[in-house]
């Protein structure tokens, strides 16, 4: 009796047992340039694990899992951990989202974790290892040409990385500054050229990594948000080899410039012209016609334009007043302007087409434009002259006279008074028909009636796959095995992701054929359930060889061509066992 006592016990511990399964991680607060591991623990053997995004922080190394088994004092106990290296890639409180697992036919959930990143830290070196450090020997640094400018001065802000007895062979933005109340225009850099130059008191050697032109939009304190690199550097040691080569130590420093601040002057108010649109900088300001005296018909251009060194593209042209008589259109505008390291620089302009209505000569009044000029720290205005335009022949303008200006395109034409009256008319019944006791009526009524065996049909099928627990399992693991095949090929140029993808096919291809779960899926108990269901020896072999290699493929470099052809052996041979096991 105490036999089948402890048997009903032992039974029943399985389905007393509490589903664990969470997120660990080794710390809650680490530097900018710490490492962090995350391990996501279950004490059961969940299929499926799906990693979260890791937003904000960067995958060094992993997944690596860890499964355990024990029994012990007539108890068992079950581990299954996957574990990641994360490097984070900025500072606050950056959360790891949830993992999910599946596990009979459940779905779980790991809990949210916050971990808080923050400034970099010293990190202590090892005592045995003496070679050149990168703290002292890696500086990123912003130069910014002006710290006080005026709204709307061009400041240009320059990237260096200064080094020194170390050697650089990759680097990688991390933070990319946004120019927030800045007009920016970044200048390429096509080849990075190795300078000389002094730092910090010392000969360093340095690259110019990156140009920017920046026009502040407004006034007060605008902040620029700081660059931030990881850098591969190649640090010497006092080691040697068997040649007496000085050994190298591959090693990855994260740098940053730092925000910077600018401290931005407003323009006087002392002497603003009334027409000034915010043009800085110093200008030429011409009005221009293609011509001025032309016949009926014909018509000119008349160009606005502003040439020089300054905010070209930043502000408005003025817009010329022309008489009735002469009918302007829009103005098409045209830039040619180059942004060099020193600011814009060019001509920007505004073409009117005019085309004259009557005979006569007719005055376009002279144009004004104001700018800041930044070599005086004053407002200057520029004045167009007086264009007289000439029409030779045509009508002569004695109704245009008296009539208001621009009333003559408001005159309406008599055939057009009437346009906009409907000619299509919509008749509708005076009397409508009442809906209670029509055909629709009792086609409503009845169509819920007639529904009800469907129902009870369909709710009874449904019953009977719900009830079948292998059938189910069988066709859940099939549409996995095709949904990560799929995957997998989809990831085809990005290795890690290709063989996880690959794995996880290959695994739920076994489960839906073999009926097994993961925990049973050893090497030779395949082979052996394979051999017995006459599958052939020959692609049993293939097919365990090739899910060997995913795991050691994931790690080691492999090419575009290798990983081609593992997709195909991997369909091949699941198309060849779903034939012999069907």
Not at 39 to 53: K, L, R
Not at 228 to 250: A, C, H, W, Y
Not at 259 to 265: D, H, L
Not at 541 to 553: G, K, R, S, V
Request: glycine share 6%.
């Amino acid at each position: 009796m105490k036999r089948y006592l402890v048997f009903i016990l032992l039974s029943f511990q399985g389905l007393w047992a509490q589903v664990q399964f969470e997120t660990r991680v080794s710390k809650n607060t680490l530097g900018l340039n710490e490492r962090l591991q995350v391990d996501f623990f279950m004490n059961i053997d969940g299929d499926n694990f799906d990693e979260p995004s890791f937003e904000g922080f960067r995958v060094v190394a992993g997944p690596m899992q860890q499964v355990s088994q024990s029994w012990i004092n007539g108890r068992s106990s079950f581990e299954k951990i996957y574990t990641y290296y994360l490097l984070p890639n900025q500072k606050g409180t950056l959360v790891i989202k949830q993992a999910t697992i599946e596990y009979n036919g459940k779905i779980y959930k790991t809990s949210p974790v916050k971990v808080n990143v923050t400034n970099a830290v010293e990190q202590p070196r090892d005592p045995n290892d003496i070679s050149v450090s990168a703290d002292h020997n890696l500086y990123l640094v912003a130069d910014v040409s002006k710290t006080n400018p005026y709204i709307n001065e061009p400041i240009t802000l320059v990237y260096k990385l200064y080094f020194n007895n170390i050697g650089i062979t990759n680097s990688a933005e991390v933070n990319k500054p946004k120019y927030n109340d800045f007009w920016s225009q970044n200048i390429d850099v096509k080849q990075f050229v190795v300078e000389e130059g002094m730092f910090r008191g010392q000969n360093f050697r340095y690259i110019v990594l990156k140009k920017v032109v920046l026009y502040p939009q407004k006034s007060g304190k605008l902040t620029i948000e700081p660059l931030s690199l990881d850098i591969d550097v190649q640090l010497p040691t006092n080691r040697r080899n068997v040649f007496g080569q000085m050994l190298i130590k591959e090693d990855r420093k994260r740098v940053s410039t730092g925000a910077k601040t600018i401290s931005v002057k407003a323009l006087p108010e002392a002497g603003k012209p009334a027409d000034f649109s915010g043009a800085v900088g110093s200008f030429d300001f011409r009005v221009t016609p293609t011509k001025t005296s032309l016949k009926n018909g014909e018509s000119l251009d008349l160009v606005v334009s502003v040439a020089g060194k300054g905010n070209l593209k930043l502000f408005n042209l003025p817009k010329p007043e022309v008489p009735n008589a002469l009918e302007m259109y829009d103005a098409v505008h045209n830039e040619k302007v180059n942004t060099p390291l020193s600011g814009m620089t060019g001509k920007i302009s505004d073409s009117y087409t005019i085309i004259p209505q009557y005979k006569g000569d007719y005055p376009i009044k002279p144009l004004q434009f104001s700018y800041f000029d930044l070599k005086t720290g004053r407002y200057k205005t520029i004045t167009s002259q007086q264009i007289v335009i000439s029409v030779l022949d045509g009508p002569t303008p004695t109704d245009a006279v008296a009539t208001p200006s621009g009333s003559q395109k408001n005159t309406a034409v008599a055939n057009e008074q009437f346009k906009y009256i409907k000619l299509e008319t919509k008749l509708e019944p005076m009397v409508i028909k009442d809906f209670f006791g029509s055909k629709l009526f009792y086609s409503l009524l009845l169509i819920p009636f007639g529904l009800i065996p469907v129902i009870v049909l369909a709710k009874k099928k449904k019953e009977a796959i719900d009830g079948d627990v292998v059938g189910n399992r069988i066709k859940r693991n099939n549409r996995l095995a095709k949904k990560y095949l799929s995957e997998a090929k989809k990831h085809i140029n990005n290795k890690e992701p290709f063989y996880v993808a690959l794995e996880k096919a290959m695994h739920n291809f076994l489960k839906a054929k073999l009926h097994i779960e993961t925990s049973e899926m050893s090497k030779d108990n395949i082979k052996e359930i394979l051999l017995s269901k006459n599958a052939n020896p020959e692609a049993v072999n293939e097919f365990i060889t090739l899910t060997e290699n995913c795991e050691f493929a994931r790690y080691a470099p492999s090419s575009s061509a290798s990983i081609q052809k593992d997709y195909e052996k991997a369909v091949s041979i699941i198309s060849d066992l779903e034939k012999q096991l069907s």
